[in-house]
């Protein structure tokens, strides 16, 4: 995601006219494994349980993926199929956090507004968000604990803030999970509908309490998404 901010930088200075962000991660060698393991940062039960009660970590996972960039513009004079608009990008640094794995929430909420603020939009007009939700117990409340307090405020009651996390299905792909994420939103918004979240069977009380007076979906079985761009011109 770093380097989808890049591109979309260099496209939008014109020092480009297409850019490719690719993301790998490859060769999960052992020793790492082993390290991360000890660490107790990853599930001995090899699963993200991704906003579950039994989040106990995470799981490592190969996976590659790229995107192509180009201005809309000239994607519309040339035919070219179009995923998805990016409509804002930002990067930002955590800054003082407890651990890796315990991220600083008021980072990641400035982190939010900066982005929403270059997209032109509101947090209460943003449908569906792809987490970085690993599965551990203390990073999922931080980090809905930031989208609920940037999303939540205005927000319809008809048009809830549905939420999803590719982890569950693939494992945390480490520099690629970005990517991942990237790509599972595309088809989102291709689809209209998120999937559900298969490691979901009870809600995180820690997440429910953060979350607490914030209309929030975390499917269990496929939602429709409910914009409320639906009754207006696009």
């Known amino acids: ?18 850019a490719v962000v690719p993301a790998v991660n490859a060769m999960l060698t052992p020793s790492t494994s082993v390290s991360f393991a000890t660490a107790g ?7 993200c349980h991704t906003f579950d009660a039994g989040a106990d970590g995470y ?13 809309l513009a000239e994607c519309t004079a040339g035919q070219d199929r ?12 955590d800054g003082v956090s407890a651990s890796l794995t315990a991220p600083n929430g008021q980072a990641q909420q400035q982190l939010l507004r900066n982005t929403l603020q ?3 939009t509101a947090g209460c007009d943003v449908d569906y968000v792809e987490a970085h939700g690993t599965g551990t117990a203390l990073g999922d409340p ?26 569950a299905n693939i ?11 990237l790509i599972k939103l595309a088809l989102v918004l291709q689809h209209e509908q998120a999937p559900v979240n298969p490691e979901l069977k009870t ?26 761009f639906d009754n207006e011109d696009q």
């Open 41 to 47: 940062m990853t599930s001995p039960t090899g699963r």
């Open 203 to 228: 809600l995180n009380p820690k997440i429910a309490a953060v979350v607490k007076g914030v209309n929030v979906k975390f499917p269990i079985e496929p939602e429709i998404l409910q914009s409320h």
């Open 118 to 120: 270059e997209a032109g």
């Open 82 to 93: 179009v995923y998805g608009v990016v409509q804002g990008v930002s990067v930002g640094q």
């Open 1 to 18: 995601l770093a380097a989808l901010h890049a591109a979309a930088r260099c496209l939008q200075c014109g020092d480009c006219d297409m």
């Open 142 to 167: 931080i980090e809905m604990g930031a989208l609920a307090a940037v999303m939540g405020p205005g927000r319809d009651e008809h048009c809830p803030l549905v939420m999803g996390a590719v982890k």
């Open 59 to 71: 799981c490592r996972a190969e996976a590659v993926g790229a995107v192509v960039l180009k201005r």
């Open 171 to 181: 494992g945390h792909s480490e520099p690629a999970a970005g990517m991942a994420g």
